[in-house]
């Protein structure tokens, strides 16, 4: 039974490392769902449309790839996919260590 996965994050912009985690993620969770977080007290530089819009268009060629928006908390995003699995990608060792 394959396992699905949510990779969420705020992608403000989706970068190359973004994209190689969900290629990766890809491989092996079936669906990965993309979930960018929307969240009124930060600001970002790109809008939450044009953010998902960016994003579907790198992940355009990955049938079981799903790209979803959501505000709150990532646990009620999980849960809302059914998603077995959080995938992570850590840049530093204080990210880590927060996580």
Not at 23 to 31: E, H, I, N, S
């Amino acid at each position: 039974m394959p396992l699905s996965a949510v990779y969420a994050g705020s992608f403000d912009p989706v970068t190359n490392g973004h994209v190689d985690i969900i290629r990766r993620g890809a491989v092996l969770f079936d669906p990965l769902y993309v979930a960018l977080g929307h969240n009124t007290a930060k600001r970002y530089l790109l809008g939450l449309d044009e953010r998902i819009a960016l994003v579907k268009d790198v992940v355009a060629d990955l049938d079981h790839v799903e790209v979803i928006a959501f505000d709150g908390l990532l646990v009620d995003c999980v849960r809302a996919c059914g998603a077995d699995v959080i995938l992570r990608g850590l840049r530093a060792l204080g990210d880590f260590d927060m996580e």
